[in-house]
């Protein structure tokens, strides 16, 4: 085979496939799934982005919860997972028709927010505590939990068990988990008529920190 040839020959080859590759570029589907492919890419850039910062705003929030400084707490608005709330003041009640709740909702009314997951250890043991309280204080502190991290069929499961006696809302994506600076749960925040959070604590609550917690939250003024 003389070198001739076989220069012709990868020549050849090389235009073949570049004649194939153009074709591929000039493929409407192909196209497609590029575009498609670098939205998925930049959509996962963006969230890890903003994931970033949220953590960050939950951080300061902590630090400003122990400083004393009572900051607003964060807005969210979730779906409602568990309306059993005999422990609500009647005129909130109306509130559990709907498909989701927005904290706003609640201002006017101090409120005791908990953190949990149906697979966590310490809120299984808290749970009751939690229910004591949401009872002693029935129709004046508003009881509302959060669940993260899970899935709903065992978040159903874990809140028919304890009997809980308060309303329940699902953090899908982790925005609220995130927003609050939370690292783990339990995590319990009370906070005041003004939607001020007076008060923060990590770990499963006792009595006495929950009734600690809910005389800040009806005192501030």
Known sequence: MSAHFVVSETAESTRNSGDRSGQRNKNPL??????????????????????????????????????????????????????????????????????????????????????????????????????????????????????VQDLTSDAHAFLRQHKVAYASLRDNAGATYDGYGLTGVPETYWIDARGRIVAHFSGPVSSAQLDDGIRQATAAG
């Open 30 to 147: 192909f196209r497609l799934l590029q575009l498609v492919a670098l939205a998925a890419v930049l959509g996962l850039l963006a969230l890890l982005v903003w994931r970033f910062f949220a953590a960050n705003r939950g951080a300061e929030l902590v630090s400003a919860i122990r400083a004393g400084k009572r900051p607003v707490a964060p807005a969210f608005t979730l779906p409602i997972i568990w309306t059993h709330s005999p422990t609500w003041p009647q005129p909130l009640q109306s509130l559990l028709t709907q498909k989701k709740l927005a904290l706003h909702q609640l201002r006017g009314r101090p409120l005791v927010v908990n953190f949990w997951a149906s697979w966590c250890i310490p809120c299984k043991q808290e749970a009751p505590r939690l229910n004591a309280a949401a009872h002693a204080h029935a129709g004046t502190v508003v009881f509302l939990g959060v669940d």
